[in-house]
């Protein structure tokens, strides 16, 4: 996998924080990301949420999920997550450089 350089920062903890409702990551650079779960469900890269065009996004929100929960979350290769969704939802391949440069929504 020559274009994940290795300069890229990388997940060295990765938890469930504030009653399972925030995705905190500490990267190996230091740096902490903390996302909502209702905004990382909201944001699905998948093409099922946001299509293959701005217009056939689905437009998710995050107060569509008020009570999402992560229900597991697979390692793929060293460049993303799979995560499955507590709505049933399990097409979303989220890219580590994604949920980098996500602003922190906790
Ligand atoms: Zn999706």
Not at 21 to 28: L, R
Not at 31 to 42: F, G, K, M, Y
Request: charged share 20%; net charge negative.
């Amino acid at each position: 996998m020559q274009e994940h350089s290795s300069t890229a920062a990388f997940p060295e903890s990765l938890e469930l924080t504030d009653d399972n409702a925030v995705m905190q990551i500490t990267w190996d650079d230091g740096h902490l990301s903390r996302h909502r779960l209702d905004v990382l469900r909201a944001a699905c890269p998948c093409a099922m949420c946001q299509g293959h065009s701005p217009s056939q996004s689905l437009n998710l929100k995050p107060d569509q999920f008020p009570d999402i929960r992560m229900m597991d979350l697979a390692p793929v290769g060293r460049y993303a997550y799979h995560l499955v969704w507590s709505d049933g939802h399990d097409t979303g391949i989220y890219t580590l450089k994604m949920l980098r440069e996500m602003e922190n929504s906790a």
